[in-house]
């Protein structure tokens, strides 16, 4: 690889890097995925806790509102790339894939890797793209004509490889789950080039509460209702399951309403949760429920677990000293968490913030402030919701970037 030239090198071999080598197979380009990792894919596959929840089938007008911070940015590049495009790309590789609830999409087989290795098995047959592992890109300047960019090997530290791209794209994700080697390598390449970075933060990522009682951990609530509150305000309404983990509070609810209580614990602000546990019950008619079922010889903690689920039923009541049977209604729907803190990269699944959309074009993915340099995914700041949103935006703009790049003529 010492001193060669590439019509597109792509740095990073995760989902957006891999999609936009899939997309080039075949084209009159040369292109290079280089990546950092003895594997491209690390992270995809524990994605959807280890099934890989490709992509979500909602139509635009539904699915753009799990996009942040701004939908209309990424919108030239689903309707170019979109959720039914990734499924049939995926269907032509040799993937089947199934639709589950909330309109999920996942491989039929239920495996991360089976996605992961339908894609690295097409482009490894292609003639015009190289996938070059256990390589780390240490830096990328322009030259007199593209780009000179610096890749270690991994495998021999004494030596380095200065090759030549024309274009470069910038896949490398963000700095969530950094043991798949998302470090923030992208951020560096694009500040050094001349890019804004707008601070990044944790997202979909366990919220902390205070005294929090451990002894709900593997306890999962579904049909509950949170709601989050900034300053006493209410900011966010969810409906569907809530778990309780060593982290903290997670599951899709718990993750749905962490970029924006992220965001307000980073700015000192006071952030609650209230849970309705019977958000399908109006508090009148549960109030008249527990009227007709209550006897006055019960054990409170007794009643409850005709109401709750058995190991929700000592930590809810020792959370309010002054729980009653003439405030149950109440309580049982505004269960209210203190939020402390958060659990950092480590576990967060995304990385909100990232290379300013303002400098990058939203239709090519290509940089306002460098010709010729693309950034697809997580590198830049946008993310979505959990459900296969944030795969997709992987995708979109992986295809948006690698067609500008080929079409280009550079």
Known sequence: MSSCEYDIVIVGGGAAGLMAAVLAVGKDCRVAVIEKNDQCGKKMLITGKGRCNITNSRRWDEFKEHIHPDSGFFRPSFMAFSNTDTVSLLGRLGLATVEERGMRIF??????????????SYISRAGNVELCCKSEVISISRGAV???????????????????????????????????????????????????????????????????????VGLTLRNVSLTLEVDGGQVQQEFGELTFTTGGLEGALGFRVSRKAVHALEAGRKVEV?????????????????????????????????????????????????????????????????????????????????????????????????????????????????????????????????????????
């Open 146 to 216: 593209g780009f000179d960019v610096a890749v270690l090997r991994l495998e021999d530290r004494m030596r380095v490889d200065c090759i030549h791209a024309r274009n470069v794209i910038v896949a490398t994700g963000g700095l969530s789950y950094p043991s798949t080697g998302s470090t923030g390598d992208g951020y560096k390449f694009a500040s050094k080039l001349g890019h804004t970075i707008v601070e990044t933060m944790p997202s979909l990522t366990a919220l902390i509460p205070y005294n929090y009682n451990f002894s709900l």
């Open 274 to 410: 209230v849970i309705d546990l019977k958000p399908a019950v109006p508090e009148t008619e549960l109030r008249d429920r527990i009227q007709r079922e209550y006897r006055k010889d019960m054990k409170l903690s007794r009643y409850l677990e005709r109401l709750l689920p058995l190991q929700a039923v000592k930590p809810f009541m020792d959370s309010d000293s002054s729980l009653t049977v003439s405030n149950l209604p109440v309580r049982l729907k505004h269960w209210r968490f203190s939020i402390k803190s958060y659990v950092d990269y480590s576990r967060a699944v995304v990385t909100s913030g990232g290379v300013s959309l303002k400098e990058i074009s939203r239709k090519t993915m290509e940089s306002k402030v460098v010709p010729g340099l693309y950034f697809a995914g997580e590198v830049m700041d946008l993310d979505g919701d959990t459900g296969g949103y944030n795969l997709q935006i992987a995708f979109s703009t992986a295809a948006a970037a690698v067609n500008a790049a080929i079409a280009s003529g550079r």
């Open 107 to 120: 491989p039929i087989s239920g495996r991360s890797v089976d996605v992961r290795n339908a894609m690295v």
